[in-house]
């Protein structure tokens, strides 16, 4: 009901003076009958992260976008930091670390600047070195959803033997590189060595099996070989 409509919305607080004109009306009608839709405007392009809030906020989006593919929050656990070679519970400061220099990366980027705003940044960025805003921006950052990790996703495969050296599949004996991806947390401290003999334990084998024909196989399946 047209009618209606406008003696509503003449009451609301969204009448202006267009509304009077009867060619605004019509128009503003006729794109109501035809269903067209209202499409904002799109965002900036420029992610949060390239943009200078000066904020906590700000300084843990910063964090995460630096520190992506070096540490994961995981709630019952706490941070996990990857080593090269696992994801190991930071035991040792290793992500205020990190955030640490977040900050005073963020320090340098703004003295190396030549801007009108140059100053300002400058002091943004010294404030964000602080103790407290350091401490904040490593809290703020155990929620981004970069960082963030299912505990379920630790460990799930029981056919891996994580070593010094590599990564071990048990179901076919090879050895792999260390992977991010494999989200292991725990480290044997031996070195995998296809080549490896034990001359004991081959001396003990050996004279089961002259006893014993077909122990070794068997023994072999036992141990799943």
């Known amino acids: 009901d047209k009618a209606r409509s406008c003696g509503l919305f003449a009451q609301s607080g969204l009448n202006r003076d267009k509304w009077a004109r009867a060619d605004y009306r019509n128009s503003t009608w006729k794109s109501i009958d035809s269903g067209d839709v209202y499409q ?60 640490k220099e977040s900050a005073r990366a963020w320090t340098l980027a703004a003295v190396r600047g030549n801007d009108q705003t140059r100053e300002q940044r400058i002091r943004s960025a010294m404030g964000l070195e602080s103790s407290g805003h350091i401490h904040a921006s490593v809290d703020l950052a155990r929620c981004d959803p970069r960082l963030v990790l299912p505990i379920g996703d630790l460990d799930r495969d029981p056919w891996v033997l994580n070593v010094e050296n590599g990564t071990l599949d048990l179901r076919t004996g090879t050895l792999r590189p260390h992977r991010r991806a494999d989200m292991i947390t ?40």
């Open 40 to 99: 904002a405007p799109a965002p900036d392009s420029t992610s949060l992260e390239a943009r200078d809030f000066g904020t906590d906020l700000d300084a843990s989006l910063r964090f995460a976008e630096a520190h992506v593919d070096h540490v994961r929050h995981v709630y019952g656990i706490g941070w996990l930091a990857w080593d090269e070679r696992r994801w190991k519970e930071d035991s040792e400061g290793r992500v205020a670390q990190l955030a």
């Open 186 to 225: 725990t480290l044997s401290p031996v070195t995998f060595d296809s080549e490896a003999r034990h001359s004991t334990r081959d001396c003990y084998l050996d004279g089961i099996e002259a006893h014993t024909p077909g122990m070794m196989a068997f023994l072999a399946r036992c141990i799943g070989a």
